[in-house]
């Protein structure tokens, strides 16, 4: 019968509406992406589109094993930017409906986009960490 408003964003956005503004942002980029044909998921597909050159840049989900970060680093860190996510495989599968830890973005735009909304405050930044600047166009 009757849906009210949020039942009915929450059922038509299958990510919980009850994320931080720039977990959303996140989650949002990851689909308008997805949508576009422009984004790559799995640990062989995410290889062989950097091995293609056309990965721009590597997302890795922040619950992925450790042995996935620690391959996908060495694998793919000199030829694109490896990039940290606070998203979860238990978001991304709500999103692509099954269970993703590592994606490529095909596109120089996202990958500029993700790189800033994943990058730390100028005050809080690590040495040697990512800027924008260092994602592939």
Same mark, same amino acid.
């Given at each position: 019968?009757?849906?009210?408003?949020?039942? +009915?964003?929450?059922? +038509?956005?299958?990510?919980? &509406? #009850?994320? %931080?503004?720039? &977990?959303?942002?996140?989650?949002?980029? !990851? =689909?308008?992406?997805?949508?576009?044909?422009?984004?790559?998921?799995?640990?062989?597909?995410?290889?062989? /589109?950097?091995?293609?050159?056309?990965? /721009?840049?590597?997302?890795? =989900?922040?619950? /992925? %094993? *450790?042995?996935?970060?620690?391959?996908?680093?060495?694998?793919? /860190?000199?030829? !694109?930017?490896?990039?940290?996510? *606070? &998203? =979860?495989? $238990?978001? &991304?599968?709500?999103?692509? #409906?099954?269970?993703?830890?590592?994606?490529?973005?095909?596109?120089?735009?996202?990958?500029?986009?993700?790189?800033?909304?994943?990058?730390? $405050?100028?005050?809080?930044?690590? *040495?040697?960490?990512? =800027?924008?600047?260092?994602?592939?166009?």
């Amino acid at each position: 019968c009757c849906i009210s408003a949020l039942g +009915y964003w929450e059922w +038509y956005f299958p990510v919980s &509406l #009850h994320c %931080s503004s720039s &977990l959303q942002q996140l989650l949002g980029l !990851v =689909t308008i992406c997805r949508k576009a044909g422009k984004l790559i998921c799995g640990f062989d597909p995410v290889g062989d /589109a950097v091995k293609a050159g056309k990965a /721009a840049c590597v997302l890795l =989900t922040r619950d /992925a %094993s *450790p042995r996935t970060v620690k391959e996908a680093r060495f694998r793919w /860190a000199e030829q !694109v930017s490896v990039l940290d996510t *606070p &998203l =979860t495989m $238990e978001q &991304l599968e709500q999103c692509f #409906h099954r269970k993703v830890a590592v994606m490529a973005v095909c596109d120089g735009g996202f990958a500029r986009r993700f790189a800033q909304l994943l990058e730390p $405050e100028e005050n809080n930044r690590e *040495p040697g960490s990512l =800027t924008i600047d260092d994602v592939n166009p």
